[in-house]
């Protein structure tokens, strides 16, 4: 070459050529993907996440502890590199904090699917199923080995002498034997009635307990103490006896019986984290769908998605599936079964503004006012909970348009000598003496929905009922709209008031009192003829919804 020059393939500087730094550059770029896949290899095999993220996840109280066995055995990137907090909570309980949205698990694992779509319905974001089923289990009737019932089908059971059924409203456990009898009859015009017959004094003895009934592991307790016969699954009597050595007999109608599912739901309501929710979902569907999952839900007495049943003898063998019925119809069944066992808990709140005393025949709008209160007052049984309130614009001094005339009580308490239903009598007789003034009705609606709503009874029906035969007159108060979007945005769906108004006469501003009524899940009435004020009062009382 001339000029000594190197050649074009060389580097000036170093004489080395441009291929030798190529050949570094590859051989550097090889060690960093090397360590690279070495590190995600390690990780891969240690279970490890550059990230995890934490999700909660409620259980129906059967299968949780199985559930936190099984994921603690996981790996991180089983789960999705997520950290999965279980917690046991019933199906109805996790239902009714759904539609708060702050208090909403990421995950669910209820004890049957029938609860997603009622779920879906006030939950404050999407409500979605992963996996219809984890794990299964028959409802049974459980006793001690000597004592078994002779039930030939459900609706059979659900008459046996102090049967133990527990509260439908609550758990699936306690749906299964009602949609069991349903889906016996399901070809029977009439079965569905006959169904709801045998719920009367089942019903009536929820409606008299103090407590909520024993559920699991405490309901085994005693019936293994006391004796009768109870609703469970084969899952809880399995593990029962298991743990404590007892020999609880669990047996089935010969018609079969209904399942227990324990579906997988994302309910997440965020959206970006519900997406997420979602693809850890998958992990864990994954994770609670493997052979080693399998084998810790078959030793805590679970049967598999397919309803199989339990190895080794245990529980009741082949059981006939009982398909699931119309949910109107289930629905139906519940909600008599709520009407019949829910106590009433509820604020009446009387209008005592000038215009009451406009005559109607030979009395007036406030007399017939008063006899409908007392009416109701002396038909109700003592569980019945009620106090009173009268209003107008005024009334509780300042600004304030309500008085408290008596305060939420049940009926058969005692207050210096007298039963609240005796203290209701004579507050409702002295209103009469109030009347005056323009009417609160606003500002009254919204203090009397907070007062129930921060004395909330779980076990009741907790209601405001408002007579009045005018619309709001009070200018110092908040509007219509206001106060439709205050209920709306503090109507809590584990917390339900509704509100009742009844419009006495055309005077009443029905529209207004409808869509009051509207935005809690009320109903609204309204007696035309004053005559009718008393009917209309025990009817709504007696037509109060849930």
Known sequence: MAGGRHSSTHDERGGRSLGFYIVCAAVVIGLVVSVVVIVQAVRSWTGGCDHLVDY??????SIAPAVTDILSAATDTDTGCATIAVSAATSGDVAGRLGKGADAPDLWI?????WVGKAALTAAGPVEVMTGSVASSPIVLVS????APAAETWLAALQLKELQLGNPLVTGVAQGP????????????VSAGTVRAALVPLAQEESARTADEPIGEEMLRGVADNGGV????????????????????????????????????????APDRHYKATQVARAVAGVLGSESARTVLQDSGFRGPDGSQLPDGRGVGEV???GPVDETVLQEALGAWALMALPIRTLVAIDVSGSMETPAGNRSRMDLTVDAALA??????????????????????????????????????????????????????????????ATGLYDTALAAFRTVQESYDPRAVNSVIILTDGANEDPDSITKEQLLSILEREQDPARPVIIVTIGITDDADAATLAEISRVTGGSSYVAKDPADISNVFVNALAARGR
Do not use: C, H
Request: hydrophobic share 40%.
């Open 230 to 269: 109870a609703v469970a699954t084969e899952q809880a009597v399995a593990d029962y006896n298991a743990d404590t050595g007892q020999a609880l007999a669990a047996t089935v109608p010969p018609t079969g019986s209904t399942f227990m599912n324990y579906p997988l739901v994302v309910t997440s309501p």
């Open 56 to 61: 909660t996840l409620a259980a129906d109280p």
């Open 178 to 189: 009602i949609d069991a009898a349903l889906a016996e009859g399901r070809s029977d015009p």
């Open 110 to 114: 209820p004890d049957t699917g029938a």
């Open 376 to 437: 109701g007052n002396a038909m109700f049984p003592d569980s019945v909970s009620a106090g009173l309130w009268a209003f107008s614009q005024g009334l509780g001094g300042g600004p304030q348009d309500y008085r408290e005339m008596v305060p939420i009580r049940r009926y058969d308490t005692v207050v210096d000598g007298l039963t609240q239903r005796q203290i209701m009598a004579q507050q409702a007789e002295k209103v009469d003496g109030l009347v005056g003034g």
């Open 320 to 322: 006939p599936e009982l």
């Open 144 to 147: 001690r080995e000597d004592e």
